[in-house]
Nanobody
């Protein structure tokens, strides 16, 4: 059984930083991608950043230069370092793990998801 868990969300002021963590278990493939998505109220879920088991990273244009994804030493662990946060970054952030066919940041590519962690950027 695949399980995904996110942590690290919280309230941060505009311009601040936050690091999210994702741990997955039970996904026993050599090649995989761990991806962060976010969904704000009234908006569709969008891909933010992903990293493959080989270390290739993917970023949405809206976060390039501000967010950095990395892998942990433990298998199936990933971190999202978010800097220069903006109010528009406020959302529920989800982590997913899987193998994509065409678009690594498309929600439909992934079957296994966590419950999400809330990030609120506000003064």
């Amino acid at each position: 059984q695949v399980q995904v868990a996110e942590s690290g969300g919280g309230l941060v002021q505009p311009g601040g930083s936050l690091t999210l963590s994702c741990e997955a278990s039970g996904f026993n493939y050599e090649y995989y991608v761990m991806v962060w998505f976010r969904q704000a109220p009234g908006k569709v879920r969008e891909g933010v950043s992903g990293i493959s088991s080989e270390g290739k990273s993917y970023y949405a244009d809206s976060v390039k230069g501000r967010f950095t994804i990395s892998r942990g030493n433990a298998k199936n662990t990933a971190y999202l370092r978010m800097e220069r946060l903006e109010r528009e970054d406020t959302a529920l952030y989800y982590c997913a793990i899987g193998r994509f066919e065409s678009d690594p940041l498309a929600p439909g590519e992934y079957q296994f998801w966590g419950q999400g962690t809330q990030v609120t950027v506000s003064s």
